[in-house]
């Protein structure tokens, strides 16, 4: 179980941010009631946790009474009982949370090997995730889409905004892979395809502080489907991000909203480094989350002849794709996050 010391560490670091919020003014408030909003859960269940070992020390003192000592057996029974729910709720809300969980996020995804089909199932993927934002009440705005002629997609990038957003999609992040026969195909036989999917939790100001003289912002014109050029304006932005490479493009009709836009990404995907040189034992980079798009590289596979959902990461199957397709991801989600808090305690364990 967890020491006691730790315990009373965390209340005294409770009692301080109280204390500290009743003095504090401005952005230092907003950042220690943070931090009291994420303690507030672990105090309630440490208190819990206290009361019934109080209450059995309580019932077994008892024992010594002949008149109190049925009553006082019947109740330590319960209280036995009731310990190790209680003790696992303490140690769950004793994981280590990852900071980014309540932030937005920046989805991208993009066809791997599979030519149109892998195109085609991309498109798939965003309809899929724009049904799950829906059903959990999130905003989802497409901030940059490259479509291919026949309905497919080249590249999508979206700015999905809720309650725990990349709580949920983190777990999205790598390789799908689709087995069926495509519309395309004539002869009936059944093709596997894949696309990559990105999630990267959004960026805030004070998170990263970018240098102007780092960047190079260049215009260009924006172009239609296919790459027809219709209507074309200058609207189009390009960052480029010297010390790291990192390249943005946003198009959209406004050339100040794509500046905006383009920086927001910007900012995300230097945020999303930094977390992985912080903790590159918890969140492998950004190339090996996504792989190459190679068939062979995968988190999940959707077989449609068979109608079944695969996600290899916990040899979890589900013979519901038509759901899972319209957006009812929660038990795939659920079980995903279910594993990684048993890998979580067992290593608190350890």
């Known amino acids: 179980m967890v020491p006691q010391e730790r315990l009373d560490q965390i209340i005294q670091r409770f009692q301080y941010l109280e204390a500290a919020m009743a003095q504090a003014a401005g952005g230092e408030i907003a950042a220690l009631a943070r931090e009291y909003s994420d303690l507030r859960p672990v105090i309630d269940q440490i208190g819990e946790w206290r009361r019934l070992h109080a209450d059995l020390a309580g019932a077994r003192a008892l024992l010594q009474d002949p008149d109190m000592r049925a009553l006082a057996e019947e109740e330590i029974a319960d209280l036995k009982a009731r310990l190790p729910q209680a003790e696992q709720a303490l140690q769950l809300a004793l994981l280590p949370r990852d900071e980014a969980d309540t932030r937005p996020a920046i ?131 390009r960052i480029t991000h010297l010390p790291t490479g ?70 979890l199957t589900l013979y519901r794709l038509d759901q899972v397709m319209a957006g009812d991801l929660d038990e795939v989600i659920d079980a995903l996050s279910a594993d990684e808090r048993a890998r979580l305690l067992a290593e608190m364990d350890a």
């Open 246 to 315: 990192i390249v943005v493009t946003s198009s959209e009709k406004s050339q100040h909203r794509n500046r905006e836009i383009a920086m927001q990404v910007l900012k995300t995907r230097l945020y999303d480094l930094e977390r992985q040189r912080q903790h590159s034992e918890r969140s492998a980079s950004r190339a090996a989350q996504v792989g190459s798009g190679d068939r062979s590289e995968r988190i999940r596979t959707y077989n449609f002849p068979q109608g079944r959902v695969t996600d290899h990461r916990i040899n």
């Open 107 to 237: 989805l991208e995804i993009r066809p791997g090997t599979g030519g149109e089909e892998a195109a085609l199932f991309a498109g798939d993927l965003l309809r899929m995730y724009q049904r799950y934002a829906e059903t959990r009440g999130w905003t989802f705005d497409i901030v940059g889409m490259q479509a291919t002629e026949l309905g497919g997609i080249r590249e999508v990038l979206a700015h999905v905004k809720g309650d725990n957003v990349f709580a949920r999609l983190k777990y999205e992040s790598g390789v799908h892979r689709v087995q069926r026969v495509p519309a395309t195909e004539s002869g009936g036989r059944i093709h596997t395809s894949a696309a990559t999917v990105a999630v990267l939790p959004e960026a805030q100001d004070v998170d990263i502080r970018i240098d102007p003289a780092d960047l190079r912002i260049d215009t260009m014109r924006s172009s239609g489907a296919g790459g027809q050029h219709v209507n074309t304006t200058d609207s189009a932005v």
